[in-house]
């Protein structure tokens, strides 16, 4: 059983270290809902046992640059004789018109999942090249595959000039718990979000934003100033202390944020989030791996928020009162308990209100 | 000068001696249970006199013999404020441990303390179920002999107080609670008189005066008819201070970093930094659990859960309250032990600066400063600021 363990941490060092960068693959994808694992491994074992067609295939990935688009691929590979007579025989035998994703999906989506197996795509770029083959509205908002490649390419370089560890390692936030949504597009991970909703310079920009942020947040003095006679001169300085020096710079982040989403400045209209700020600080480097891995996991890190369950808990509470107090005989047993339960977490909520000794709230 | 200082330190050095004696210790489960122990750097092979600890009972100027009635209790407290002088000797760097002066541990010492005089006559009260770390003389002391640092030990008594049904009863009698429920009352009446009008089974104004009356007569007199009958239930509290290791590695705590903060400020800051040494030393994240025979009525200090700060904890009245304890346990936990001590061990330095002892603005100005200088990244400050508003400053 020990040595099974430790065959299997062999095998799974061995493939962390095997993640070798690549136009197609950043190496920072860990994990996607889109791509089917059981397609994936179904596709690699086909693939495998033909020895000519598994060779080309990773040849035209091998081949890809920066600049290769997608209709390339899907060009390069439909000149595999196997795959384009695949492809003509789907073409004469459907009812569907020439024009229809079908047959190409039918014929493509097979090398794509075995290339992704394979590691010459990331499991973002591939969900890119899948959306290509079906919808077209969720293929709206992944943008190009050359979009993709040359800002993966670009936040390397930048990553590289900052982090001192150059080794390529998985984005902490390319995991499954914080899977958000962008547009028709379902459980993204927050990487795989920002990556697709901006480009090079929106991230950079976000880059900068979350370094003034950082540079707030250390700064040792903070406070407001009052100059009574504009002489230029401050006549009144009132120092924050260190929890409302937070909470004034993350309610500063979130001014600046929706100026500029709102001026039609750089973001124009799509506002970004604080994982976007924390995804575009990490691929740029400026925040490394380990450090942004201890600070999503912290609590309050932006703000507060009601858990679900606290929320549906106060919505059947509220109709399980009313539907008592409706009772008429019950309602009188039950005022002793309510009023209890009541006056508790009244005196919870009074408890935990401090806001009034807050200068600033989130 | 120097000679002697070295003939004084070889010789206590050579002539420590070591000892077994029966104390009361945790076991693994935390449960407090008799257990011979071997006490060290002893100067004398009949009493509990040593390089760092003199026990003495009450306010006898004797150490106690090994053979006396009170060694088990004399032996406890060697014991474990030998532990606390050890954890300390070994982390951390201070004067007052660099070179060893034997201070007295009083146990039974039921006379208070007045700096003029050091112990005050039996006139002016006893003093029970309590622990106390006694600063040294100054220029104050109107008696002859000078007297360096002492840990006194209060001796148990019960004590009867209210018991908590009658505290709840008050608590229900009083005028908001009342009044709510009252309310409630009108409420509900006023729910089924509407209901009976729609359905048309309507009984006529009489009836339901009558039961709104009876119903407001029961809602108010229930409660007062329990506190009445409560009244006469009392419980019991003492504490036992001189059997519970925590309590011990408290004091011990105020006297180590007494050269930082002074015992004779009897801040919030100060004892939660003492109790946070404390369960630091006992390797547990609670003050006076698990104590059954040695504390009752007493209320545990936990760092299990969070509290939101409000400027009242800043009184001195609530210095033994947990709030400031489960925070700085919390920076513990966020940072790790070895991390989140050190913060608070430089913070509790920067504070020797400062005059103010409060939690809001010395404490955490001085924690930020030392995260600063010692432990200066990004993630540390937005670790700390998470903290921050997680107990609402």
């Known amino acids: 059983m020990k040595l099974l363990a430790l065959l299997f941490t062999f095998t799974l060092s061995l493939k962390l270290i095997a993640c070798e960068v690549k136009p197609l693959n950043s190496c920072r994808d860990s994990y996607t809902k889109h791509i089917s694992k059981s397609k994936t491994k179904r596709a690699l074992r086909s693939i495998n046992k033909d020895k000519l067609l598994k060779k080309k295939i990773d040849n035209i990935f091998n081949k890809a640059t920066i600049k290769t688009t997608h209709q390339e691929i899907f060009k390069s590979l439909l000149k595999i004789p196997s795959l384009k007579s695949r492809y003509e025989i789907c073409q004469q035998d459907t009812e569907h018109d020439k024009e229809s994703l079908y047959c190409l999906k039918y014929t493509l989506s097979k090398p794509i999942y075995y290339s992704y197996a394979k590691e010459n795509l990331d499991a973002t770029a591939t969900i890119i090249l899948l959306s290509k083959l079906s919808d077209s509205k969720k293929s709206a908002f992944t943008g190009t595959l050359s979009s993709y490649a040359r800002k993966v390419s670009l936040l390397r370089k930048s990553y590289l000039k900052n982090q001192t560890n150059t080794t390529s390692s998985t984005s902490p936030l390319s995991q499954k718990k914080f899977l958000k949504k962008f547009g028709r597009l379902k459980k993204l991970t927050p990487r795989q979000h920002t990556l697709f909703k901006f480009n090079y310079s929106q991230i950079k920009h976000m880059g900068k934003i979350m370094q003034s942020f950082e540079k707030r947040i250390l700064a040792l003095k903070s406070g407001l100033f009052f100059d009574y006679d504009g002489d230029g001169e401050n006549d009144e300085t009132y120092f924050l202390d260190e929890a409302d020096k937070y909470r004034m710079s993350v309610k500063l982040l979130k001014l600046e944020l929706q100026k500029k989403s709102n001026s039609g400045e750089i973001f124009s209209g799509s506002k970004p989030d604080f994982h976007d700020l924390l995804v575009a600080s990490n691929e740029l480097g400026l925040i490394s791996d380990k450090d942004l891995q201890s600070m999503v996991e912290l609590p309050f890190l932006y703000e507060p928020k009601t858990s679900p369950w606290k929320k549906a808990g106060e919505i059947t509470w509220a109709i399980g009162k009313g539907l008592i107090m409706a009772i008429p005989g019950a309602n009188l047993y039950s005022i002793i308990p309510i009023v209890l339960i009541e006056s508790y977490a009244t005196s919870r909520e009074q408890q935990n209100e401090t806001s009034d000794l807050h200068l600033f709230t989130f | 000068m120097k000679l002697l200082i070295f003939i004084y330190l070889l010789s206590s050095s050579l002539f420590a001696f070591e000892s077994d004696c029966k104390a009361l210790v945790r076991n693994h489960k935390r449960k407090l249970i008799v257990k011979t122990v071997k006490i060290k750097d002893l100067v004398s092979k009949t009493h509990f006199h040593g390089r760092y600890f003199k026990v003495l009972k009450r306010n006898s100027e004797d150490a106690i ?329």
């Open chain 2, 65 to 393: 013999a090994f053979n006396s009635p009170d060694s088990f209790r004399a032996c406890t407290v060697y014991y474990h404020s030998t532990l606390a002088k050890d954890y300390f000797k070994n982390n951390f760097e201070l004067k007052r441990l660099q070179r060893p002066r034997a201070i007295k541990l009083r146990i039974e010492m039921n006379l208070g303390f007045e700096e003029s005089v050091h112990m005050m006559h039996e006139n002016n009260g006893l003093f029970y179920n309590n622990a106390v770390t006694i600063p040294p003389s100054t220029n104050s002391r109107i008696i002859d002999k000078p007297w360096f640092y002492e840990i006194w030990f209060a001796p148990k008594k019960p004590v009867k107080i209210d018991s908590s049904i009658y505290r709840a009863s008050e608590l229900v009698t009083s005028g908001p609670f009342m009044s709510s429920l009252l309310l409630g009352v009108g409420q509900s009446q006023a729910t089924t008189i509407g209901i009976d009008l729609i359905r048309g089974t309507e009984f006529g104004a009489g009836f339901y005066t009558k039961t709104l009356a009876l119903s407001i007569g029961v809602t108010a007199i229930v409660p007062s008819l329990l506190k009445w009958l409560s009244k006469p239930f009392k419980q019991t509290l003492y504490l036992d201070s001189a059997m519970i290791p925590e309590v011990i590695y408290h004091e011990y705590s105020h006297y180590a970093l007494s050269e930082f903060l002074s015992i004779d400020k009897h801040a919030p800051v100060v004892e939660g930094v003492a109790n946070y040494f404390a369960a630091i030393i006992g390797k547990t994240d609670s003050i006076l659990d698990s104590t059954r025979g040695h504390s009752k009525g007493l209320v545990e200090i936990s760092a299990k859960d969070t509290k939101n700060y409000k400027y009242s904890m800043e009184d001195k009245k609530y210095a033994q309250l947990d709030f400031s304890f489960k925070f700085l346990y919390a920076i513990k936990k966020t940072f790790g032990q070895e991390v989140g001590t050190s913060i608070i061990f430089n913070a509790i330095k920067l504070l020797s600066n400062r005059t103010g002892r409060e939690l809001k603005s010395d404490l955490i100005p001085a924690l930020k400063e030392a995260i600063t200088k010692n432990h200066n990244s990004i993630t540390n400050h937005f670790k700390f600021n998470s903290l921050l508003q997680e107990f609402g400053f």
